[in-house]
């Protein structure tokens, strides 16, 4: 792992005293300890700090990685589940993305992947922020995360608590208000179960519900989160998907995404704009997809 060290040289005095944030997307209030600076023109200190830079494969690690990030990591909860679905534990967002320990131990859990379409039927895609530790800059559906362990997200009639948590993400990740995506104006379609690598070091391995609405929303994309958004129809997406394939651009999209648009999207997207959704849905079958 690269090692690199900095040297600041300052004429002041260094304190530390603990202050309370405030995170508009989260509501909540974190104690952080920092740094402040008091003057003292007799005193010069130099700092050395190492710390692990990123590898030439991308790999974050847990020295690098962005304090909002790092926090969801290992407050989050996912909810562990068998291949049919079943819930079997819980575990720590971190743990469930460990490369070694998807490859170890049982780390399948719950995911949703949300599919938003305008009045116009195009379909909302978002570019995952730079900070994200697994697939960071890459172009996705509108929202991708997890069901937590928690009361309101592990209830699984009609696939209730996938919606709360869907309704849930969507405002923390686009700033798109609860009242503009209801909870019953999602539908679940279907499930895939998937495993995928991000790099050497994180990947996913997740049992995904895949839910479609259509609404016009209001948006206001948290930068933690999302680096770009963009409404494409399908010929857009098309074009899309053939720059990916010849690697123009830089562009790259998710793995789950690319399963979803290959077996299902197309097809769907019919449905979508004909709003006879409901003769395609399917939530007995788990596809399993590579």
């Known amino acids: 792992m690269a090692q690199s060290l900095i040297t600041v040289t300052l004429s002041q005095q260094l304190f530390k005293r603990s202050v309370v944030t405030h995170s508009p997307y989260f509501g909540s209030r974190s104690l952080r300890s920092i740094l402040f600076c008091k003057r003292s023109p007799k005193t010069t200190l130099t700092l050395a700090a190492s710390f692990s830079s990123q590898t030439a494969m991308g790999e974050t690690t847990d020295a690098t990685m962005d304090a909002v990030q790092r926090r969801l990591m290992f407050e989050d909860e996912c909810i562990l589940v068998d291949e049919n679905d079943r819930v079997v534990g819980h575990d720590s967002k971190y743990n469930c993305h460990l490369m070694e320990k998807i490859e170890t131990g049982n780390k399948l859990h719950r995911a949703f992947s949300v599919f938003l379409f305008n009045s116009k039927y195009e379909l909302l895609l978002q570019q995952r922020s730079a900070t994200k530790v697994t697939f960071p800059l890459v172009w996705t559906n509108t929202c991708c995360s997890h069901p937590l362990y928690r009361e309101s997200e592990l209830t699984e009639e009609n696939a209730l608590g996938?919606?709360?948590?869907?309704?849930?993400?969507?405002?923390?990740?686009?700033?798109?208000?609860?009242?503009?995506?209801?909870?019953?104006?999602?539908?679940?379609?279907?499930?895939?179960?998937y495993k995928a690598p991000s790099d050497g070091k994180w990947g996913e391995h997740e049992l995904d519900y895949l839910l479609f609405i259509v609404r016009d929303v209001n948006l206001h994309p948290n930068p933690d989160e999302v680096a770009d958004v963009k409404y494409v129809n399908r010929d857009q997406l098309r074009e899309l998907l053939r720059k990916a394939d010849a690697g123009e651009e830089g562009l790259k999209l998710s793995p789950w995404f690319r399963l979803v648009v290959d077996n299902f999207l197309f097809k769907w997207w019919d449905h979508v704009e004909q709003g006879t959704l409901a003769e395609v849905t399917d939530m007995k079958t788990i596809h399993k997809l590579t």
């Open 162 to 193: 996938v919606r709360n948590a869907a309704q849930r993400k969507l405002l923390d990740e686009l700033g798109i208000p609860a009242e503009d995506v209801p909870v019953d104006q999602f539908t679940p379609l279907g499930r895939i179960l």
